[in-house]
C-alpha cells in the first residue's frame, strides 16, 4: 500500500495563478484532511471531508476550495494565489470519526507563490 | 489558533541522554494524541493516551497525562541521533478536526 500520497512534491506559482493539489489514499479511508505548514507553527486545518461528495471548511478556509469526487482522492485549489499562500501542504486521512483515530500523513506539497 | 502549546520550542541534548516535551491544553479532552516530524516529511503517528489513562508506554516513549493541570508530557529515553525531528501533541476538537500544538523542535547529537 501507498498510503497517501501527493502530487505535486513542489510548486511555484505567480501571484494570480490558479492550481490544483492531489491527495490520493488507498487505505478505504471516509475522512480526509488538508492543512498547511508556517515556519514555527504547528498545522492548520484548511479543508476537510468525511465522505465522498462531501467538504467542510476548517481554520483557514479562505483562499482554497476543495472537491471530494471519489473516495479515494481529495483535490485542494487555489484559484488565485497569493503569496500569503505560500506554505508546506499537507494532506491526512483516517478511518472515519471517533476520538481514538490516528492520521495517516501524505509527504507534503511545498508550494511558493512569488 | 492553536488548542495545544508544547514546551520547549526547542530541546538539544547528546545521544542517551533523555528527552522531555510538555503540551499543554485548555479544554477538556478525550484523548491526546503525539506525532513525529522528521525535517521535510509528513507526519507520523507516535502515541495515543486517553483521558482516563496516566501512563502509557510504546517502546523508548513513555507519555503521560494529567488531566487536572490538562498537561502532557512526552519523554524519549535513550535518545538516538535518529530521534532527531519535531514532536507535535494533538487532540481531536468537534468531532472531527485534529488541532496541534506549534511543536517541539528536537535535535539529538551523537
Known amino acids: 500500500n501507498a498510503g497517501v500520497t501527493q502530487t505535486p512534491k513542489f510548486r511555484v506559482l505567480k501571484t494570480g495563478q490558479s492550481m490544483t493539489l492531489l491527495c490520493a489514499q488507498d487505505?478505504?479511508?471516509?475522512?480526509m484532511y488538508w492543512y498547511r505548514q508556517d515556519p514555527g507553527m504547528g498545522l492548520r486545518l484548511i479543508h476537510y471531508?468525511?465522505?465522498?461528495?462531501?467538504?467542510a471548511k476548517g481554520e483557514v478556509p479562505d483562499g482554497y476550495n476543495v472537491s471530494r469526487l471519489k473516495k479515494q482522492n481529495f483535490l485542494l485549489g487555489l484559484e488565485s494565489a497569493a503569496p500569503s499562500q505560500t506554505s508546506v501542504y499537507f494532506c491526512a486521512s483516517t478511518p472515519g470519526t471517533g476520538y481514538n483515530n490516528e492520521q495517516f500523513f501524505g509527504p507534503g506539497t511545498r508550494l511558493t507563490v512569488l | 489558533s492553536q488548542q495545544g502549546e508544547e514546551d520547549p520550542q526547542a530541546l538539544s541534548i547528546q545521544e542517551g541522554e533523555n528527552a522531555t516535551m510538555n503540551c499543554s491544553y485548555k479544554t477538556s479532552i478525550n484523548n491526546l494524541q503525539w506525532y513525529r516530524q522528521n525535517s521535510g516529511r509528513g507526519l507520523v503517528h507516535l502515541i495515543l493516551i486517553r483521558s482516563n489513562e496516566r501512563e502509557k508506554h510504546s517502546g523508548r516513549l513513555r507519555v503521560t497525562l494529567d488531566t487536572s493541570k490538562k498537561s502532557s508530557s512526552l519523554l524519549i529515553t535513550a535518545s538516538r541521533a535518529a530521534d532527531t525531528a519535531s514532536y507535535f501533541c494533538a487532540r481531536y476538537r468537534d468531532g472531527n478536526k485534529l488541532v496541534f500544538g506549534a511543536g517541539t523542535i528536537l535535535r539529538v547529537k551523537s
Open positions: 471531508s468525511v465522505g465522498e461528495g462531501t467538504t
Open positions: 487505505m478505504n479511508h471516509e475522512y
